[in-house]
C-alpha cells in the first residue's frame, strides 16, 4: 500500500473516530435535576478529557512546527504530531470504549499509525530541509 493510500486510510480513521467523540459530547447533558445529584466522572467523561487532551497536544505541536519552506519535509514532520492524536484518541476509546466494531478500528489505527510515524521519522533523517 502505498503511502498516499495509507495516509488517506488514516484520515478516515481519525474522522471516524472524531465522530464518536463528537455524536458522544453532544449526547452528554446536565441531569443533575433528576434527582440524582452531582454524579462523579463516568468513564465517558475520561475518555471525553483524553480525547481533548490528544487534540490540545497535537494542535499545540502543529502550531509550533517550524515550516522549512520544502513542502515534504513540513508535511512529513506536521504528520507525526496528527499521527500521534489519532493514536492517542484510539488509546481511548480501547480503554474506555465498548463497541467490538470501534475497537477493532481503533486497535488497527495504532498499528497503522505507529508504523507511518516510524516511516515518517525515518524518511525525515534521510532527506533534511536544506
Same mark, same amino acid.
Given at each position: ?8 486510510? @488514516? ?18 447533558? $446536565? ?6 445529584? @452531582? ?13 481533548? @487532551? ?32 489519532? &493514536? ?10 465498548? $463497541?467490538?466494531? &470501534? ?13 507511518? &510515524? ?13
Amino acid at each position: 500500500m502505498n503511502l498516499t493510500k495509507k495516509i488517506l486510510l @488514516a484520515l478516515m480513521a481519525v474522522a471516524m473516530l472524531a465522530t464518536v467523540f463528537l455524536e458522544t459530547a453532544s449526547a452528554q447533558t $446536565d441531569h443533575s435535576g433528576h434527582g440524582a445529584g @452531582a454524579m462523579s466522572a463516568t468513564s465517558d467523561n475520561a475518555a471525553s478529557a483524553e480525547y481533548k @487532551a490528544a487534540m490540545d497536544k497535537m494542535h499545540a505541536a502543529m502550531s509550533a512546527q517550524q515550516y522549512t519552506g520544502n513542502a515534504d519535509v513540513d508535511f512529513a514532520a506536521g504528520m507525526i504530531p496528527h499521527h500521534q492524536a489519532a &493514536i492517542d484518541m484510539a488509546k481511548a476509546v480501547l480503554e474506555y470504549g465498548k $463497541d467490538p466494531e &470501534i475497537r477493532k478500528l481503533a486497535e488497527a489505527v495504532v498499528s497503522a499509525q505507529e508504523a507511518e &510515524i516510524k516511516q515518517l521519522e525515518d524518511w525525515l533523517k534521510n532527506n533534511p530541509a536544506n
